[in-house]
């Protein structure tokens, strides 16, 4: 990506401001983002990528520049923390951009706590033309991630179905996003139905199905190089392909000529499918824990859907949700703490997260057609897709449930799945 990053000053082992992400409601942190001096229109667009990044998250409130009294001009000299107080600005972000020798753009940040009167911390990046909105977003991730003690999610993209045309001759194509809908590319040309598009977790790789031959086929794509490998031509219905935490392997459920889908997973090196369940009724959606041990899928065993854990290899299956409705898309958290789903219950699909074992069921949005959930990869928030005015769009929710905002996106989009932090 030729992306590089130096550190220009080191951070205090203390500060004053910072975020509790753990507590159940958390107020927004007030924080002053100013443009970035230098580059001419490039500072300023790099300051509103970093403050759109840090408002959409919910934990924090950028202040409205017409409100600041100091108006920098030299982001590295101390700023007059008086002002900034005075407009209770806890944090305060200054920055340059410059152009090198080179070609690449140097972008730097300060981080300043106002009400102690430190810098926080301080970085440089440099970076091609091509990257510029990364470089706002690697800064917001900083920010993010020094006053909230987690990792951020802006250095990210979505992989999701773009839908265009009549409904009843839409056109779906695979394409990819940065994770706040900028910089939107297809990686295929719509001529045949593709679905479930997901990351691999530890490459630029997706795997995919496509109805391209007739029959729905699960695919690897290269995302940078455009390579594309079937990974199997399994007789019967394939549903839902996911990667194994480690990338080795893809696990999917396979619907047989009796009308029963189970859950098999394959080694991407040898080929090899090992079959997980083995039951008379419906098992589909499988998820891998984070650890790759445990596997979270749905089954109509008892009667509806619901979900259920086993072991990696099949063993120990269980079942874990038992409220009302029918349950599906189960995703395992990138942190291993919850389970997020769809349900549908009372005419009305919900989006939700519950703790592993079943337990601790908590709703986050509720609507008519939603489901779908992707986590991001600090496992802090989830993206969704919801039918409205005449197809589906994509939506996000951090934990809370009070903060959902819309993705935005040219046409109609479904099925997203987040990529990993990006390198």
């Known amino acids: 990506m030729a992306l590089g990053m130096t550190a220009v000053v080191p951070m205090p082992a203390w500060a004053l401001v910072e975020l509790n992400v753990n507590k159940g ?11 970035f001096q230098g580059g001419d229109a490039l500072g300023a667009q790099i300051s509103q990528i970093v403050t759109a990044d840090l ?8 202040i409205d520049k017409s409100a600041f009294i100091e108006k920098i001009s030299n982001p590295d000299a101390t700023p007059r923390f008086d002002d900034w107080k005075v407009i209770n600005a806890q944090a305060l972000v200054t920055g340059s951009v410059s152009k090198e020798a080179d070609g690449r753009i140097r972008a730097q940040y300060r981080l300043w706590d106002t009400f102690a009167g430190q810098q926080m911390a301080g970085e440089q990046f440099f970076a091609n033309d091509a990257n510029q909105r990364r470089v706002a977003h690697i800064i917001a991730d900083a920010i993010y991630e020094r006053l909230t003690g987690e ?9 999701f179905i773009d839908e265009s045309g009549a409904k009843n001759a839409r056109k779906k ?11 939107v590319r297809y990686l295929s040309d719509g001529r045949s139905i593709v679905l479930t598009p997901r990351f691999s977790p530890n490459r630029q790789e997706i795997t995919y199905m496509s109805y391209e031959s007739g029959q729905p086929r699960v695919y690897l794509l290269q995302i940078e190089t455009g390579q594309r490998e079937l990974v199997g031509n399994f007789p019967g219905m394939t549903f839902a392909p996911r990667f194994s935490p480690d990338g080795q392997k893809v696990i999917m459920s396979l619907l047989r000529d009796d009308g029963n889908s189970n859950i098999f997973a394959m080694d991407l090196r040898s080929r090899s499918t090992t079959r997980l369940t083995n039951s008379t009724a419906i098992d589909t959606s499988p998820s891998y824990s984070p650890d790759g041990s445990k596997v979270v899928f749905t089954s109509d065993r008892g009667g509806r859907a ?7 290899d099949g063993s120990g299956q269980t079942r874990i949700s038992f409220g009302d409705g029918v349950y599906s898309t189960p995703v395992w958290s ?3 703490d919850l389970i997020a789903f769809t349900k549908q219950t009372g005419g009305e699909f919900q989006i939700g997260v519950m703790k592993t ?5 908590r709703i986050l949005s509720s609507g008519f057609q939603q489901e779908g959930p992707t986590w991001a990869p600090n496992g802090r928030v989830l993206m969704f897709f919801r039918d409205s005015n005449g197809g589906p769009k994509l939506v996000s929710v951090d934990l809370t449930g009070r903060n959902e905002q819309p993705i935005p996106t040219t046409n109609f989009a479904s099925d997203p799945a987040w990529s990993p932090l990006l390198e």
């Open 25 to 35: 409601n958390v107020e927004p942190l007030p924080i002053a983002i100013t443009d």
């Open 55 to 62: 408002k959409r998250s919910g934990l924090f409130a950028p």
């Open 151 to 159: 990792k951020g999610y802006f250095d990210t993209r979505v992989v």
């Open 173 to 183: 194509r695979l394409a990819i996003m940065d994770q706040d809908g900028a910089n």
């Open 306 to 312: 619901q979900i259920y854990v086993m072991g990696a």
């Open 334 to 336: 990138p942190r291993g």
């Open 357 to 361: 074992d079943g337990s601790g069921e």
